[in-house]
């Protein structure tokens, strides 16, 4: 079942900038990568869907429900971290947080409080003090503490350590066992690649492939062969290099990583 569905969605602002004809869907339990390079209308397609802009063509649903009709309702059940996160920068980030908390009617602060830990986060400082990978763990705990159904990330870990990317990633993986929906745009292959079951590519405000990881991998091997001067050293090259031996020669399969994948999309060269 599709939870989020994107439907010929077309916003054009000129001069080649905004989203064409855009279709595709996210299924529930899904972590589904949406990636391209900055100013392919990753941000516009995400406004959309959060209620921000009216389509001025074609249609975003989540649970079937119009996203700018419906985006009250709908954003109760979203947790949501913009590319660039904005804070009142004179509260302390306990404020923030209890003021979040409040603003979506929650009487339980368990959650937040693991949060708090697992990010290793210390809240009780003035926002406008705090580093660039602090504000980031504010921004994923009022993101993720009141339990949301639906997660649309926008490079969630711009900012963090690579411990507390690695502690993201693993955070990810238990809310997908949990059945959560999750649209992740990033920037970070190691990322897309753990935790993404399929992946989007926007290009110039296009869609050029919609795949999982392992059609994307499949699709992009490359195959050579390697003759040798006898079969006693075709099977050794083979068993050393993991091939296929038949008599001289060995036929050995190479796959592109995902980032070079990527910028072969990226690049307009598929």
């Not at 000129?14 to 391209?36: A, T």
């Not at 994923?140 to 870990?157: G, K, W």
């Not at 990322?191 to 795949?211: A, F, P, Q």
Request: positive net charge; aromatic residues 8%.
């Amino acid at each position: 079942m599709s939870t989020i569905e994107i439907d010929s969605l077309t916003r054009n602002y000129g001069h080649g900038k905004g989203v064409f004809d855009l279709s595709f869907q996210v299924h529930r339990g899904e972590v589904f990568g949406f990636l391209g390079p900055n100013g392919a209308g990753k941000t516009t397609t995400i406004r959309h869907l959060l209620g921000f802009i009216k389509s001025k063509k074609g249609k975003c649903k989540i649970y079937g429900l119009d996203c700018w009709k419906n985006r009250d309702e709908l954003q109760k059940k979203l947790g949501y971290i913009p590319g660039e996160i904005s804070f009142f920068e004179d509260m302390t980030g306990e404020q923030f947080l209890k003021f979040k908390l409040k603003y979506r009617g929650i009487q339980d602060d368990s959650r937040m409080k693991e949060l708090i830990e697992m990010f290793e986060l210390n809240p009780k400082g003035k926002i406008k003090k705090m580093s660039k990978g602090m504000k980031q763990k504010l921004g994923i705990v009022a993101a993720f503490m009141h339990n949301p159904d639906i997660l649309i990330l926008d490079e969630p870990t711009s900012g963090l350590d690579p411990l507390m990317q690695n502690r993201f990633i693993q955070l990810l993986e238990e809310e997908k066992k949990k059945g959560k929906t999750i649209l992740l745009s990033s920037h970070i292959f190691d990322e897309v690649e753990r935790v993404c079951d399929r992946v989007g590519i926007i290009r110039e405000g296009k869609l050029v492939t919609v795949d999982s990881i392992e059609t994307l991998r499949s699709r992009h091997m490359r195959s050579y062969k390697v003759h040798l001067d006898s079969q006693e050293e075709a099977i050794s090259f083979a068993k050393d290099f993991d091939g296929k031996q038949e008599g001289n020669t060995v036929e050995l399969v190479a796959k592109q990583n995902l980032e070079s994948i990527f910028i072969n999309y990226y690049g307009g060269k598929e």
